[in-house]
């Protein structure tokens, strides 16, 4: 059975991932809730997605659909919800995320 995901706000949202990675969102890191793998959107502008593609996939797609032979394709749009993460926007809409990695990977 599904876990039931935490529901934090936007500005919950940014406030938590600055503390985690600095102000640089492209170097904010996420986990997979599937296979735990870690990314950030660098790691998507690496395999050559453009950055807002990469701002929209890096929390809600395992980057294992994007790259051969890492057998995960998970994403928060998929059939099974696997995200423990929803983010709430002032306008009242709320968004499934993948959670952030833990902070250990400070980036630059
Ligand atoms: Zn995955």
């Known amino acids: 059975m599904p876990a039931v995901p935490r529901v934090i706000t936007e500005a919950e949202w940014h406030a938590e991932g600055e503390r985690r990675f600095g102000p640089r969102q492209r170097y904010w890191a996420f986990q997979c809730p599937l296979c735990r793998g870690v990314q950030t959107g ?44 929803v983010v709430v926007f002032p306008d009242g809409h709320h ?7 833990p902070a250990a990977r400070r980036t630059p």
């Open 42 to 85: 660098e790691d998507f502008s690496a395999l050559g997605c453009s950055p807002s593609a990469a701002s929209d996939a890096v929390d809600t797609a395992c980057i294992g659909g994007y790259v051969e032979g890492r057998g995960c394709e998970a994403t928060v749009h998929g059939l099974h919800p696997v995200h423990r993460l």
């Open 95 to 101: 968004e499934p995320r993948f959670e952030f990695a």
